[in-house]
T-cell receptor, first 119, second 113 residues
Framework: SAVISQKPSRDICQRGTSLTIQCQVD?????MFWYRQQPGQSLTLIAT?????????ESGFVIDKFPISRPNLTFSTLTVSNMSPEDSSIYLC????????????????FGAGSRLTVL | SQKIEQNSEALNIQEGKTATLTCNYTNYSPAYLQWYRQDPGRGPVFLLL?????KEKRKERLKVTFDTTLKQSLFHITASQPADSATYLCALGSGAGSYQLTFGKGTKLSVIP
């Protein structure tokens, strides 16, 4: 399966600032997914990033708050803009796992996550 | 709205026993269900997938059942070991070309030596 590198692994940020999280995959992938994992909550999909097109955002998430770039088939960034303490969370990048032998199902490989704390 | 519940936030079990974790869902007709393991500071790792037309799936010491009538999946770890201590997440997928997965909050399993 793909190997995903995310950075930063953690950061402490000031209210009102923005932070960009980078996600590098060791193979070319069509779709990359950005998830949020808030304390005590389930993984929630923020958006899907396809190379060459704008990201598709899930209900409750907007491009102005979470702009995403997808310049090529191995790299994506997620920016958390104008941060508030409510944005303190783990942000995870993921890709679909080909070769899992499970046709028609989306099996995910995740990065280690970026833990953001907003003061 | 769709809802997934995992039986408890935390489960403690003695080493060597069988751990059983539960995933219940409502307002959903999943085509398949997945289980992931998540260790502290790591992203989730895929363990098993079971389709709606399958009753049971096994992989080494892991066994998953899927009852679409009860809207429930059970995840068993036999002969549990301290190394099995982690948070286990269930995730439902609708299939039909959709990439959407809906995750539960997870159950933190602690296997006590």
């Amino acid at each position: 399966s793909a190997v995903i590198s995310q950075k930063p692994s953690r950061d402490i940020c000031q209210r009102g600032t923005s932070l960009t999280i980078q996600c590098q995959v060791d193979s070319q992938v069509t779709m990359m997914f950005w998830y949020r994992q808030q304390p005590g909550q389930s993984l929630t999909l923020i958006a899907t990033a396809n190379q060459g097109s704008e990201a598709t955002y899930e209900s409750g998430f907007v491009i102005d708050k979470f702009p995403i770039s997808r310049p090529n088939l191995t790299f994506s960034t997620l920016t958390v803009s104008n941060m508030s303490p409510e944005d303190s969370s783990i942000y995870l990048c993921s890709v679909s796992s080909p070769g899992t032998g499970v046709a028609g199902a989306n099996v995910l490989t995740f990065g280690a996550g970026s833990r953001l704390t907003v003061l | 709205s769709q809802k997934i519940e995992q039986n408890s936030e935390a489960l403690n079990i003695q080493e060597g026993k069988t751990a059983t974790l539960t995933c219940n869902y409502t307002n959903y007709s999943p085509a398949y269900l997945q289980w992931y393991r998540q260790d502290p500071g790591r992203g989730p790792v895929f363990l098993l997938l079971i389709r709606e037309n399958e009753k049971e799936k096994r992989k080494e010491r892991l066994k998953v059942t899927f009852d679409t009538t009860l809207k429930q999946s059970l995840f068993h770890i036999t002969a549990s070991q301290p190394a099995d201590s982690a948070t286990y997440l269930c995730a439902l997928g609708s299939g039909a070309g959709s990439y959407q997965l809906t995750f539960g909050k997870g159950t933190k399993l602690s296997v006590i030596p």
